[in-house]
Nanobody, 125 residues
Framework: QEQLVESGGRLVQAGDSLRLSCAAS????????MGWFRQAPGKEREFVAL????????KYADSVKGRFTISGENAKNTVYLQMNTLKPEDTAVYYC??????????????????WGQGTQVTVSS
């Protein structure tokens, strides 16, 4: 059974750094896109960053550009999200996603077929 497992979320202070990890298992994935989304209380799940094993450049939401970096290990179907200079508004449950999104859906939750259970990131001011 396919499974995504995230880790790394915790309580930090504003300005701190944190790295999230996500590992996919259960089958051999190829030509995938892996992404991070987040959902704050009372808000919709929103795109944060993605990386594609097809060679496309990583993509970031404007709100995290310059502070967050996504990276991954293709052979391990693992993706990381390095988060620097964290802000209280970054507080959310962060979800890992995997799929084969169409170009028009790469930042949409509808573009991804597999999801992790989420990991809580809380940034105190």
């Amino acid at each position: 059974q396919e499974q995504l497992v995230e880790s790394g979320g915790r309580l930090v202070q504003a300005g701190d750094s944190l790295r999230l990890s996500c590992a996919a298992s259960g089958r051999a994935f190829s030509s995938i896109t892996m992404g991070w989304f987040r959902q704050a209380p009372g808000k919709e799940r929103e795109f944060v960053a993605l990386i594609s094993w097809r060679g496309d450049s990583p993509k970031y939401a404007d709100s995290v550009k310059g502070r967050f970096t996504i990276s991954g290990e293709n052979a391990k179907n693992t993706v990381y999200l390095q988060m620097n200079t964290l802000k209280p508004e970054d507080t959310a449950v962060y979800y890992c996603a995997l799929g084969w999104p169409a170009p028009s859906a790469v930042t949409s939750t509808k573009g991804y077929q597999y999801w992790g259970q989420g990991t809580q990131v809380t940034v105190s001011s």
